[in-house]
């Protein structure tokens, strides 16, 4: 979505730094931990193959061929889209593949390759890394500090999380400007101004913010039930409602607190 975190180990250690501008985005590895070169070949290979395969923008990928009403037999993209389509069951609507009145599963698409480049680390032996995708992070071995930025003041940290195995994902406006609809009006939700969710995985938790920042005024209710997850939610007015499990995360027990650490 937008650049709006930057994940800090508590504690420093040998690893490899990588940074690649891909799926449109800049994408950083950042390990902590012994890695074979190789293995980040690997999940940067993979992340030029999800482009490839599933970017709305490129005319030959399987997502853009569905899009015009052309045969794009890939059995990947066909559990991708049933995966959005139980998204879209489970948030009412509100998180929705087709909310630009076309097919684009890009909400899930990024999430989804982050996890599983999470996972190629894991196999590879890798114990602790952060993989931030255009500022959704998904961390892995231990006190990672994550930044959530400000929407309203982009040099400004709104909170900051520490988090030791999981994702924390934000939606907002920030420079992409009013991109997010809501899909039951096509319009621009009024009211909020971010929405950021932590949770076991980044598909899920970039969905759920999305959705979430569709609602408008009513996604803290909203995200105050999810189950296995927190979130954060900034208001117009800079009005801050924040689940118990998300001031679990801040260091001192408070947004306040936690930008003072």
């Known amino acids: 979505m937008t650049r709006h975190a930057r994940a800090q180990p508590a504690t420093g250690a040998g690893g490899r ?71 879209r069951r489970r948030t009412d609507g509100y998180f929705d593949a087709y909310a630009t009145g076309t097919l684009d599963p890009s909400g899930l698409v990024k999430g989804w390759a982050v996890d599983r480049a999470g996972a190629l680390l894991d ?22 500090r994550v930044g959530i ?32 609809r809501d899909p039951h009006t096509g319009r621009a939700p009024d009211g909020v101004r971010s929405v950021t969710v932590l949770g076991p995985a980044l598909a899920t938790a970039d ?24 979130a954060l939610t900034i208001l117009a007015g800079d009005r801050v409602l924040a689940t118990p499990g998300f001031l679990a995360r801040c260091p001192g027990g408070s947004l306040a607190a936690s930008l003072a650490g």
């Open 149 to 180: 930025r400000h929407p309203g003041e982009p040099r400004a940290l709104a909170g900051v999380v520490v988090v030791d195995d999981g994702a924390v994902a934000t939606s907002g406006a920030y420079e992409r400007g009013a991109h997010i």
């Open 17 to 87: 730094l990588r940074v690649e501008h891909v799926m449109g985005m800049p994408v950083r590895a950042d390990v902590r931990s012994p890695v074979a070169a190789e293995a980040l070949d690997d999940v940067f290979a993979w992340f030029r193959d999800v482009d490839a395969r599933f970017s709305p923008f490129r005319r030959e990928s399987a997502v853009a061929r569905r899009a015009r009403g052309e045969p794009a037999r890939d059995p990947t993209l066909d559990d991708l889209l049933a995966c959005c389509e139980a998204l």
């Open 207 to 230: 969905a759920y913010a999305t959705a979430a920042f569709a609602m408008g005024a009513r996604g803290p209710a909203w995200t105050a039930r999810l189950r296995g997850h927190a």
């Open 123 to 144: 196999a590879a032996g890798v114990r602790r890394w952060c993989l931030d995708a255009g500022g959704d992070v998904l961390v892995r071995g231990g006190g990672w």
